[in-house]
């Protein structure tokens, strides 16, 4: 993580159990928990499998969404959620430097230049 703005998020469910691992390459075809976008055979990912309440649950995430994470939420994030806080930090005021920009994936840096124009467009139209 870079000495970019970080993003807390509040109220964090603890779980019993927690298991990350590293970039991997996709063996099938999965979606992407936080943006959505397909994961094909061969792209790179990033799975992570949690305990909350007793129940398992796993989480692929695609690298572009990985950067944005490593880049911004520096005390951990809800999964399924970081556009959504992303979003609300920029809403709120928080500043999106060139450095944090810089540290991210190309396909990343596209979507968060997308959600700067969608806020500048909100703020013209008020």
Do not use: P
């Not at 779980?15 to 094909?40: P, T």
């Not at 999964?79 to 396909?107: K, P, Q, W």
């Not at 806020?119 to 139209?125: K, R, Y």
């Amino acid at each position: 993580m870079s000495n970019c703005s970080c993003i807390y998020v509040n109220e964090f469910d603890e779980s019993s159990f927690y298991k990350e691992e590293d970039i991997l390459a996709a063996r099938k075809c999965y979606v992407c928990c936080e943006c959505g976008r397909k994961i094909n055979v061969g792209d790179r990912y990033k799975k992570s499998v949690i305990k909350w309440n007793g129940e398992f649950r796993t989480f692929k995430t695609c690298v572009d969404c990985v950067s944005i994470i490593n880049e911004f939420f520096c005390n951990g994030w809800h999964f399924g959620m970081v556009f959504e806080d992303l979003r609300a930090y920029m809403e709120s005021g928080g500043e999106i430097s060139e450095e944090c920009l810089l540290g991210l994936t190309n396909d990343a840096r596209y979507k968060v230049f997308d959600m700067i124009e969608e806020g500048w467009l909100n703020d013209n139209q008020r």
